[in-house]
């Protein structure tokens, strides 16, 4: 059964840093890109940020960028966000979720994109 497990969140004060992590189950991640997404309470689900199956091509959302990296090990079957320098908007449930097996190299941080979903875990940035 393909499944995907986010770990990592938690409070952190605002400037502080992160990483989450998307475990893989029942499959292996080398030909699915994965994407990372937040959705904060009262809001929709948005993208933040996404990963070719390879790892060359990579995407973020405005609100991210500089601040957020994702990378993906394929041997480990896990992707990470590595986030910076969070803000108090930052804070939601994220969620990774994937979608493949697809040939192309490239990804998209569009929630209809994506075909399996983890369960989220939260983050919170407050003092």
């Known amino acids: 059964q393909l499944q995907l497990v986010e770990s990592g969140g938690g409070l952190v004060q605002p400037g502080g840093s992160l990483r989450l992590s998307c475990a893989a189950s029942g499959f292996t991640l080398d030909y699915y890109a994965i994407g990372w997404f937040r959705q904060a309470p009262g809001k929709e689900r948005e993208g933040v940020s996404c990963?070719?199956?390879?790892?060359?091509?990579?995407n973020y959302a405005d609100s991210v960028k500089g601040r957020f990296t994702i990378a993906r090990d394929n041997a480990k079957n896990t992707v990470y966000l590595h986030m910076n320098n969070l803000e108090p908007e930052d804070t939601a449930v994220y969620y990774c979720?994937?979608?493949?097996?697809?040939?192309?190299?490239?990804?998209?941080?569009?929630?209809?994109?994506?075909?399996?979903w983890g369960q989220g875990t939260q983050v919170t940035v407050s003092s």
């Open positions: 979720a994937a979608v493949g097996p697809i040939a192309q190299d490239m990804c998209v941080i569009l929630v209809r994109g994506y075909e399996y």
């Open positions: 990963i070719s199956s390879s790892g060359g091509s990579t």
